[in-house]
């Protein structure tokens, strides 16, 4: 049995004596009291895809897989400590996926955030489709080691944070993990890699309503960093022609949502600079959930997404160097409510590329356009 799979039977042990821990004589509506007091719940969720690629693709054959299966614990401590981790488990691993404690009840309404989990940016998007813009695998994809302090007075709201930051590594824009459909990424697998320096931000929104017909939610950010000798070294190795030792990085940006009862707008804009490197990508998503009448256990509703991003790299192209290459990407979905608890998402990744290049090679049909149907199953 290999080292991840020892892990991942451990950590089912793990969490499954941590649920026989607690008493049936304490349970209460959602969840139950641990031997400290605590008030403990367990949610979980289980995805199992069928994927087929283009011809570009690391696997070009259609396949079915477990994507992943998740087990989310949630435990109160008290009225103003709340801990929450996400375990994932996949064919080949096990990892945490993210674990944070939050304390509130804080003066100005505010509260402290201490741990692994995702950038705010994320977190206003609410993704609904399985697949990441390119500007999310570019960007949020990955959870960061952070601590933040923000408030929620409305209609404003603030985070100030100061975390390891992130390296840079390469994630691909879809489902398929070949080379050639990978973009720049802010990666924190590995932390004491990110940088000589903490990254510190600084995120600043309005939530409103628009009269009596809908809402809105503005926000803004800024993140500072330094790139290590290592992210040097990266982006010498991945850019044609870069030639640096410049240690900024920054990203700045912001996202726009507008809802309209079941009809939901969102953009979103980032630039960011490593180094001499310049990035930046827009995204505008469309969504509208349309919900089956009746009182009926099956087909309860559907949900319409429709998506467009844009990715410009401000360096020399090679297609030997994927990295370097221009992108745009649409994603149309449907994201069927089967039963509850239950969803299909149906996905469509339409993905284009500028290789900026006069080799033969780049004149090819490149095919990797990707389907994605999916079953997930949350508990």
């Known amino acids: 049995m290999s080292g991840f799979h020892r892990l991942g039977v451990a950590v089912v042990v793990l969490s499954v004596a941590g649920v026989c821990c607690v008493s049936p004589l304490h349970a209460e509506e959602g ?4 031997n400290k007091g605590m008030e403990f719940n367990l949610a979980g969720e289980l995805e199992f895809e069928f994927v087929a690629a283009g011809d570009s693709a690391l696997i070009s054959d259609p396949y079915f897989t477990v994507d992943k299966f998740v087990l989310q614990p949630k435990v109160k401590v008290g009225d103003n400590l709340e801990l929450d981790a996400q375990l994932y488990f996949t064919a080949v691993n096990a990892y945490l996926n993210e674990a944070h404690a939050k304390f509130s009840g804080l003066g100005w309404n505010s509260w402290i955030d201490a741990g692994l989990y995702e950038r705010w940016l994320k977190s206003q998007h609410g993704r609904k489709t399985e697949g990441y813009s390119i500007l999310g695998s570019a960007f949020y994809r990955d959870d960061g080691y952070t601590v933040t302090w923000g408030a929620d007075v409305k209609p404003v709201y603030w985070m100030v944070s100061v975390g390891n930051g992130y390296r840079l590594g390469a994630k691909q824009v879809g489902e398929d993990a070949a080379a050639k459909s990978r973009v720049l990424h802010d990666d924190s697998s590995l932390p004491a890699l990110s940088s000589h320096a903490f990254e510190y931000g600084v995120n600043l929104g309005v939530k ?14 800024y993140y500072t960093d330094e790139l290590s000798d290592l992210g040097v070294a990266y982006l010498v190795a991945a850019m044609p022609g870069y030639v640096s030792d410049k240690t900024d990085k920054t990203r700045i940006g912001g996202g726009a949502k507008f809802t309209f009862g079941p009809a939901r707008l969102y953009g979103a804009y980032i630039t960011a600079t490593d180094g001499d490197l310049e990035r930046a990508s827009w995204l505008l998503e469309g969504l509208y959930n349309f919900k089956a009448g009746g009182d009926r256990a099956w087909f309860q509703g559907v949900t319409f997404v429709a998506s467009y ?5 401000d360096n020399d192209k090679s297609f ?5 290459w221009d992108r745009d990407q649409v994603i149309v979905a449907g994201i069927v409510d ?5 969803k299909l998402k149906l996905e469509y990744y339409i993905n284009g590329e500028d290789f900026g290049s006069s080799d033969a090679r780049a004149d090819q049909e490149w095919e990797n356009d990707e389907f994605l149907a999916q079953l997930e199953v949350k508990f």
């Open 31 to 34: 969840g139950f009291l641990s």
């Open 208 to 221: 409103t309503p628009i009269g009596d017909a809908g809402k809105m939610d503005l926000m803004g950010f």
């Open 309 to 313: 991003c844009d990715y410009t790299v």
């Open 320 to 324: 030997d160097k994927p990295l370097s």
């Open 338 to 342: 089967v039963v509850k608890g239950a």
